[in-house]
């Protein structure tokens, strides 16, 4: 969060010292504090529509919801509500700011293809992203990252229309204001939020194992996500870290990538390679 406000004043002053008004800096610094407070608060909320997940029916969903309440129950922790997304995708994800004010979303495609221990298994984990704290720290990211990149496009145009306003403009400017709103900025975010999330999602698989006590219920439908693998409907670059796995994933005909990529696969990717994932549960 100290980051964000950082990068938005800094943006802030960039505008100032080009419009040379200091407008832009408390607009700027407003705009940081409200969004903050925003994406602390309503993320759960904010997220959930931008994937159109839908609250669950304890009738129709019964194994999904009776997993969940199981599993929070022998662990001691709160029921976080649970969404599903009307989507063939196999995949789920977790979002909340803490234990008691936390959701679950799962797509109707994962709950076709898994059995009961593997549904737990992937429930398992998300909850523990929950008591982790990893939800906090990735959603945050993710409504935050959305809105920087709005920000910066809306100064772009901003500054198109000061350059057909004024009938003259500073190209320097737009060239750098390209440069940091579609490549630079985003680069680094993306890396920064992408490096979270392979590290939480290895230690959220084993905290999962630990409350189901049957790490091959998580390995086994992490096989079958990885061999039912196709994009979502929805996607969101500023969501794909949440989900267990990559909502853009094309179908490889495998059950399995073996191959771990080059360096910069590596580093631009939203979650560690699937293989070595399922080893480490099952050597666990």
């Known amino acids: 969060m100290a980051v964000y406000i950082g990068v938005v004043l800094a943006i802030g002053v960039f505008v100032s010292l080009y419009t040379k ?9 407003a705009f940081a504090l409200l969004m903050n407070i925003s994406s602390f608060w309503f993320a759960n909320t904010i997220v959930m529509k931008m994937q159109g997940a839908q609250k669950a029916n304890r009738k129709e969903h019964y194994e999904a919801w009776n997993a969940l309440e199981n599993i929070c129950i022998s662990i001691g922790q709160p029921m976080p509500e649970l969404y599903i997304i009307n989507d063939p995708s196999p995949n789920a994800f977790a979002t909340g700011r ?4 936390s959701a679950i979303a799962v797509t109707t495609g994962l709950l076709d293809i898994l059995n009961k221990k593997e549904l737990e298994g ?22 935050l ?9 809306m100064l772009l145009h901003a500054s198109g229309f000061m350059q057909s306003r004024e009938g003259r403009g500073n ?10 709103a579609y490549i630079l900025l985003p680069l680094i975010m993306t890396i920064i939020q992408m490096a979270i999330s392979r590290k939480r999602e290895f230690l959220a698989d084993a905290t999962g194992a630990i409350y189901t ?16 693998a196709r994009p979502m409907k929805v996607q969101h670059a500023s969501t794909a870290h949440l989900f267990i796995a ?5 179908d490889t005909g495998k059950k399995i990538i073996k191959k771990e990529g080059n ?3 590596r580093v631009l990717s939203t979650h560690p390679p699937v293989a070595e994932r399922i080893k480490r549960l099952r050597n666990a």
Do not use: C, W
Not at 122 to 143: G, P, Y
Not at 145 to 153: E, G, K, N, P, W
């Open 145 to 153: 990252m959305s809105v920087v990149t709005i920000l910066l496009d």
């Open 213 to 228: 006590r049957y790490p091959e219920g998580l390995a086994s439908a992490l096989e079958k996500i990885s061999g039912m």
């Open 122 to 143: 992937v429930i398992a984990h998300e909850l523990a992203h929950i008591q982790n704290r990893d939800t906090l720290l990735m959603v945050t990211t993710s409504v």
């Open 98 to 101: 803490s234990p008691e004010h």
């Open 21 to 29: 008004s200091s407008a832009a800096l408390y607009i700027a610094l």
């Open 246 to 250: 990559d909502p853009t994933a094309q």
């Open 263 to 265: 360096f910069f696969t």
């Open 171 to 180: 190209i320097i400017f737009i060239i750098i204001g390209i440069i940091a």
